[in-house]
């Protein structure tokens, strides 16, 4: 009896012996594996993983003022009006806006953009501004009432030389004010370009014809 108990209780040591060595082993391999998810998670406190900034584009490029002013324009009489006439350089390309604005709601102004230059004398041809013979090479016009500011565009222009006209058809006399402006259809169209500023062109007498 007291044999067999010794045997048992050999054999019993044995067996816990071997648990204790299979939970050390577990505990080994429970600590590589999670070592390993750590480092391939990016989880480690050494190595921290830089979040991804995005980069934001660049804005687009502001409209650049390259001319503007204020002209007082007298009323039309009964047989001509007065007209204002400024010529613009810039070497860049892009949006061309030319902005113009008067005081008097009641009365009503024409623009024209000319492409090049356009004289004095050769608006105040009978030809022009209608006729195709009238040597000024209108690129874009407003021969309406409305609206009030007036904008002309020329969405995708090359560098070069343009004329602003406008007329006051009344009834009354104006102050006019003009602004034309260019946006760059590149950055670096912008850094080159050239503003040329021209001494506007006096206000002039046209006459008006009947038709």
Same mark, same amino acid.
């Given at each position: 009896?007291?044999? #067999?108990?010794?045997?048992?209780?050999?054999?019993?040591?044995?067996?816990?012996?071997?648990? &204790?060595?299979?939970?050390?082993?577990?505990?080994?391999?429970?600590?590589?594996?999670?070592?390993?998810?750590?480092?391939?998670?990016?989880?480690?406190?050494?190595?921290?993983? #830089?979040?991804?900034?995005?980069?934001?584009? *660049?804005?687009?490029?502001?409209? &650049?003022?390259? &001319?503007?002013?204020?002209?007082?324009?007298?009323?039309?009489?009964?047989?001509?009006?007065?007209?204002?006439?400024?010529?613009?350089?810039?070497?860049? #390309?892009?949006?061309?806006? *030319?902005?113009?604005?008067?005081?008097?709601?009641?009365?009503?102004?024409?623009?024209?953009?000319?492409?090049?230059?356009?004289?004095?004398?050769?608006? #105040? /041809?009978?030809?022009?501004?209608?006729?195709?013979?009238?040597?000024?090479?209108?690129?874009?016009?407003?021969?309406?009432?409305?609206?009030?500011?007036?904008?002309?565009?020329?969405?995708?222009?090359?560098?070069?030389?343009?004329?602003?006209?406008?007329?006051?058809?009344?009834?009354?006399?104006?102050?006019?004010?003009?602004?034309?402006?260019?946006?760059? /259809?590149?950055?670096? *169209?912008?850094? /080159?370009?050239?503003?040329? /500023?021209?001494?506007?062109?006096?206000?002039?007498?046209? &006459?008006?014809?009947?038709?």
């Amino acid at each position: 009896m007291t044999h #067999s108990t010794r045997q048992l209780n050999g054999a019993a040591s044995e067996r816990d012996e071997e648990r &204790r060595r299979f939970r050390w082993a577990l505990a080994g391999l429970a600590a590589v594996f999670t070592t390993i998810a750590l480092v391939a998670c990016g989880g480690s406190e050494t190595n921290p993983v #830089s979040p991804t900034v995005p980069v934001s584009p *660049a804005p687009p490029p502001a409209p &650049r003022l390259i &001319r503007q002013g204020s002209v007082p324009m007298e009323a039309p009489t009964d047989d001509s009006y007065h007209f204002f006439l400024t010529t613009v350089t810039d070497a860049a #390309s892009g949006r061309w806006d *030319a902005t113009v604005d008067w005081s008097n709601e009641a009365n009503t102004l024409w623009v024209w953009v000319a492409d090049g230059v356009c004289s004095v004398d050769q608006f #105040s /041809s009978d030809t022009c501004p209608f006729d195709a013979a009238c040597p000024c090479r209108f690129v874009s016009r407003s021969e309406t009432r409305t609206p009030k500011p007036r904008v002309l565009t020329i969405p995708a222009a090359a560098g070069g030389t343009r004329t602003l006209i406008f007329a006051n058809l009344g009834p009354g006399a104006e102050t006019v004010q003009y602004r034309v402006t260019l946006t760059a /259809s590149n950055v670096a *169209a912008t850094g /080159s370009a050239q503003t040329v /500023s021209v001494a506007p062109v006096s206000t002039a007498r046209k &006459r008006l014809e009947r038709k």
